[in-house]
């Protein structure tokens, strides 16, 4: 468990460097993350360069015994840059340019701009590559970020022609993939297509779709330039970029394949995150303080895999931050507490953003560690207690590293595309349903590792799926394969690869293994709230109810009062016809996780607990004081079972036999 912070000397006079290392060192941090967005003070006009500055923090940071994540500043290009080549600034969907001026104002796909990124990233790695206290780069700073991608601008026009020209073929390919007889689509070659934007009405969605994978595909591209880079010059760093919470614009399995990364991390802000997901509104007032339970949990136990076990966070808010709707202060405890939830579900690092708080500027209002007079924060002052129980404990300085859960749950990017492109129904979100079905699992006291269907899912007792557009015949076969019981949820199944209906109907291949077809779909407005009751849970479909057949020898375990199946079986293999409402989805998968033969609990309402090694942690986001649920003669090593709004406890295996202190 190591703290980090994230740190911009550039924005501070020089003379208060050494003091600042020296205090971070005390306050027990061990890790500082620079340099990310300083490239107008590294390299001040074309080609001239001025290290010196950096050279001084560097030494500083590291004479005070302080690991560096140098960050290449790629996000921000300067000024000179943007007057000398215009053309990098990126386009929206509606054919305007972005301005320089804040941050991310370039096009992910401007070859000019990556030659420029590759420059200033080998002047970097040349300068510090070799030293030792630079334990890790940071390619760029989320990427992604404020709606910058996708660009429609004409350097993304003509790479989107190649990649077409790549996946299909011939133009006579593509025409029949994408269907586009309909309304006159077809086009004579790969020149003759545009990008999906500005058109009167619904461009066709697999041109969408595919649009959406070639600007996946160009974001890992622009990152792999810079991986090329520093591999080369800092062979013996950790490579990571920082990813952002909820975020699905690009599909981060793809990106992390073949090493991209050593580490995922990502940028957790918990509160300003459960103000802007679409959470009922009661759960954004009882949590506003606290966050919601699952939204850190979720991408922590997202990134775990897609750091293959290795994660950090990059940035773990510290107090209140600038940029959601309303931005209170943490409840007391909270800054604490993220930090050991982090570490609870695999976490090698969690660095607060930021050291202190800038008092001039777009950030004036983001609060950090320090006060902007310098005085320690009330954010600041809780990550010192953390750090110091840390250091206290010889059990949580040195704890084992995370093992896999009983329990998966398959996460999918391009399902989550497809579903924004025909959503069907307002309120229709894929991941938000995602969510939904992992905070029931959590509810019921599991532990869930996030994976994507091409990970090794036969080692799990309990396989969720909450919907997946294309089944492919690899996931079939692990269905034959595995003995987990495994739930699919409402649109499985629904498309094929070349976003169209498939020949046998929705759910597709999945009728091999459990015989039934979608018959007709509905999205459903508030008022139309078909009923029915799960094992003793009364409740509605929201959102979505499909019109379903069972065929064969599949039962149906739940129906809604107008006859129509809600769940529907065949052996370990369940289909839900509907995106049920809130406590349905307890209801049916504490059902099936006692038939996976796994022990669940009610928690009370905010309660969430996490295990790792022989450790079990709880965590209290709710506003009532509430009782962990730790075995009699359990032996703390952090807190105690009564736990307050923001207070967490650790206890271990009752048969662990050396001394917890
Ligand atoms: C992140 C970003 C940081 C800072 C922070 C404020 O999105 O990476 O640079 O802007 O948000 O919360």
Known sequence: MQLGVCYYPEQWPRSMWADDARRMAELGITHVRIAEFAWSRMEPRAGEFDWGWLDDVVETLASHGLKIVLGTPTAAPPKWLVDAYPEILPMRADGTRWNAGSRRHYDVSSETYRREC???????????????????????????????????????????RSWLKARYETIGQLNDAWGNVFWSMEYASFDAIELPNLTPTDANPIHLLDFRRFMSDEVSAFHRHQVEVLRRFAPHADVLHNFMGFFTTFDHYRFAA????????????????????????????????????????????????????????????????NWASWNPVPAKG??????????????????????????????????????????????????????????????????????RADVALVFDYETQWMFEIQRHGKTFDYQTLAFEYYEALRELGLDVDILPKSADLTQYRLVIVPSIAVIDDGLIAQVEKSGAQWVFGPRSGSKTKDFAIPANLAPGALQRVLPMQVLEVESLRASLAPAVRVGNTNGVAVHWREHVRANGETGVEAAFDDQWPAVLAHGRVRYVAAWLSQGLHRALLQQVAAEAGLTVQNLPEGLRTRRRGDLTFAFNFGPERVQAPSPLGARFVLGGAQLATGDVCAWLDVDRTDNPA
């Not at 939204?295 to 997202?302: E, G, L, N, Q, T």
């Not at 909270?334 to 050991?340: E, I, K, S, Y």
Request: charged letters at 20%; glycine letters at 6%; hydrophobic letters at 40%.
């Open 118 to 160: 590759v420059r200033i990233t080998a002047a970097m790695a040349q300068r510090y590559g070799s030293h030792a206290a630079v334990v890790a780069w940071q390619t760029d700073n989320e990427l992604g970020c404020h709606e910058t991608i996708p660009s429609y601008t004409p350097a993304a026009l003509a790479r989107f």
């Open 258 to 321: 073949d090493k991209a990364i050593d580490v995922a991390s990502w940028d957790s802000y918990p509160i300003a995150r459960t103000e802007s997901i679409a959470l009922p509104e009661a759960q954004k007032a009882r949590y506003a303080r606290t966050a919601h339970p699952d939204v850190s949990a979720f991408d922590h136990d997202r990134y775990r895999a897609i750091g293959q076990g290795r994660f950090w966070v990059m940035e773990q808010q510290a107090g209140p931050v």
């Open 334 to 403: 909270m800054v604490r507490l993220w930090a050991f939830e982090a570490f609870a579900h695999g976490a090698e690092l969690v660095s607060y953003f930021r050291w202190r708080q800038c008092p001039y500027a777009q950030e004036q209002m983001h609060s950090g560690l320090n006060l902007p007079n310098n005085e320690l924060s009330p954010g600041g002052i809780e990550v010192e207690r953390a750090a110091r129980e840390i250091a206290a404990s010889h059990v949580l300085s040195t704890l084992a590293a995370p093992t």
